[in-house]
C-alpha cells in the first residue's frame, strides 16, 4: 500500500481523476466512504475531489474499483496501480520475491519452476491469494518428487503401518492422493522434515486451504511474504 507522503508525490502528477482515485484508495486497508476519500487526499493537501462525483467516476472504473462496505480496490486495480509504477507492497515484502527469483536459477524441473515462477508473479502484483496457493502447489511439488527419487521405500512402509489400505506409491502422481496434511506427517516420521519445520508447513497448509476456497478471507503482502519465505527457507531451499 502506498504511505500518505507516496500519495502526496503522486497526485501532484499529470493523472486522471480515477487513477488519483485509486491511489487515495491505495493508501487505505479497509473500504472507504466517500466522505473518507475526501478526507484523506486533503489530509496530503489535494482539495479537488470535494468537487467531484466520486462515486461515478469509481463506478466507471471497469473493475478496478468495487463497493461494498465503501470503495475498495480489486486486486485488479491493484494491478493496475502497479502498472503505473505503483509498488503497493513493502521492500521487504518485495525482497521475498527477489530472493525467490534468485532461486529460480537452481529450480531444473519445469513444472516446479512453473508453479514457484507464477507463485513470484501473482506475489508481485497484488494477488496475494493466488501467490499463496502458487507457492504451496511448487513447494508439494519438490516435497513429493524429493520422498519419490529418495524416500519411496521408507514412506510407503511408514504409510502403510500408519493405515493398512494405502497403496504402495509408484509415480508422483501416487504420492498427491495422499492428503497434504498427512503426507507431512508421514516426512517427519520417517525423519525428511522435522518436528518444527513440520509445524510451520501445516501453518502453510491451513492459510493455503483459507486461500483456496472461496470465502470472505483477506490477505495481505505481509501475510504472503511470510507464506513464501517459509517455503523458500524450508522447502525450496533444502531439497
Excluded at 53 to 78: D, F, M, P, Q
Aim: a positive charge.
Amino acid at each position: 500500500m502506498l504511505t500518505l507522503d507516496e500519495l502526496k508525490k503522486w497526485l501532484q502528477r499529470g493523472l486522471t481523476r480515477l487513477d488519483k482515485l485509486l491511489l487515495v484508495l491505495a493508501t487505505q486497508d479497509k473500504p472507504q466512504q466517500v466522505a473518507d476519500i475526501v478526507a484523506v487526499a486533503e489530509s496530503v493537501g489535494f482539495r479537488e475531489p470535494k468537487s467531484w462525483n466520486i462515486s461515478t467516476i469509481l463506478s466507471g472504473s471497469k473493475g478496478l474499483a468495487v463497493r461494498t462496505t465503501g470503495w475498495e480496490l480489486t486486486e485488479t486495480g491493484k494491478l493496475h496501480l502497479r502498472h503505473l509504477g505503483v509498488a503497493t507492497i513493502s521492500p521487504a515484502a518485495m525482497q521475498v520475491a527477489v530472493d525467490l527469483r534468485k532461486h529460480l536459477a537452481n529450480i531444473t524441473d519445469h513444472q516446479t519452476r512453473d508453479f514457484v515462477e507464477e507463485a513470484i508473479k501473482c506475489h508481485e502484483a497484488g494477488l496475494y491469494r493466488s501467490a499463496i496457493v502458487m507457492g504451496w502447489l511448487g513447494a508439494m511439488d519438490v516435497l513429493h518428487k524429493h520422498v519419490h527419487a529418495h524416500h519411496l521405500t521408507a514412506f510407503n512402509a511408514e504409510a502403510l503401518r500408519v493405515d493398512s489400505r494405502w497403496k504402495a506409491a509408484v509415480t508422483t502422481d501416487d504420492l498427491g492422493a495422499m492428503k497434504e496434511s498427512n503426507f507431512l506427517d508421514r516426512c517427519e516420521n520417517i525423519s525428511i522434515l522435522g518436528s518444527n519445520v513440520k509445524k510451520e508447513l501445516k501453518g502453510c497448509l491451513d492459510i493455503r486451504n483459507g486461500c483456496g476456497h472461496p470465502n470472505s478471507l483477506r490477505v495481505s503482502a505481509n501475510k504472503s511474504a511470510a507464506h513464501l519465505e517459509t517455503l523458500l527457507l524450508n522447502v525450496f531451499d533444502k531439497f
